[in-house]
């Protein structure tokens, strides 16, 4: 089981927006809505941004916000803050024999 | 308040065996399932595989089948992590993370992760 493709890396100023794709198969993404996005920080656990595709925790900006089309999820961040620079996660529930959840390699998301 | 607070940093030689534990308070143990997710130094995250506190069902990652066990005392609401034949690509910091609940399939809570070092 390959892990999900996500950027390496994206980069963007104060105020603009980006976007972080995280692509999969039908066997996860595309198969379900179980997309999840993980901000990560060296040196501390992840927090989880977005759930079920679409959902965000309560706590969590509503300047991050999930999508998905076929087998691609997306994780976009609006209104970019310096608090924002993290390396982001994505996970999908997988039907794969091996394991039950694929997540992407990650992005490092760099606020210039 | 939920936390997961996770055993400290272990040095273990190559062939060697590593038990992580994972200490849970602020819910009701039994009734959110745990997982074991890793990051090996410079990786993404990998998942291992998830224990069912109430009754402590396992399901494991292939790759990791025969080498990882995954058990939970309910009397100190803990879970374990075991990992044998430790070879050097197991180094990497384990995670231990709550489902958010029943058959959620996202991770609402994680603890502080524990770094193990596979070394001679």
């Known amino acids: 089981q390959s892990a999900l493709t996500q950027p390496a890396s994206v980069s963007g100023s104060p105020g603009q927006s980006i976007t972080i794709s995280c692509t999969g198969t039908?066997?996860?993404?595309?198969?379900?809505?179980?997309v999840s996005w993980y901000q990560h920080r060296p040196g501390n656990a992840p927090i989880l941004m977005i759930y079920?595709?679409?959902n965000r925790p309560s706590g969590v900006s509503n300047r991050f916000s999930g999508s998905k089309s076929g087998n691609t999820a997306s994780l976009t961040i609006s209104g970019l803050q310096a608090e924002d620079e993290a390396d982001y996660y994505c996970?999908?529930?997988?039907?794969?024999?091996?394991?039950?959840?694929?997540f992407g390699a990650g992005t490092k998301v760099t606020v210039l | 308040q939920v936390q997961l607070v996770q055993s400290g940093a272990e040095v273990k030689q190559p062939g060697a065996s590593v038990k992580v534990s994972c200490k849970a308070s602020?819910?009701?143990?039994?009734?959110?399932?745990i997982h074991w997710i890793r990051q090996a130094p410079g990786q993404g995250l990998e998942w291992m595989g998830i224990?069912?506190?109430?009754?402590?069902?396992?399901r494991y990652a292939q790759k990791f089948q025969g080498r990882v066990t995954m058990t939970r005392d309910t009397s100190t609401s803990t879970v374990y992590m075991e990992l044998t034949s430790l070879r050097s690509e197991d180094t990497a910091v384990y995670y231990c993370?709550?489902?958010?609940?029943?058959?959620?399939?996202?991770?609402?809570?994680w603890g502080q992760g524990s770094l193990v070092t596979v070394s001679s």
């Open positions: 993370a709550r489902e958010a609940y029943y058959e959620a399939k996202n991770f609402d809570y």
């Open positions: 602020g819910y009701t143990f039994t009734i959110y399932y």
């Open positions: 224990i069912t506190p109430n009754v402590g069902g396992t």
């Open positions: 039908s066997s996860d993404v595309g198969g379900y809505n179980y």
């Open positions: 079920d595709v679409v």
């Open positions: 996970c999908s529930y997988t039907s794969s024999t091996t394991l039950a959840y694929v």
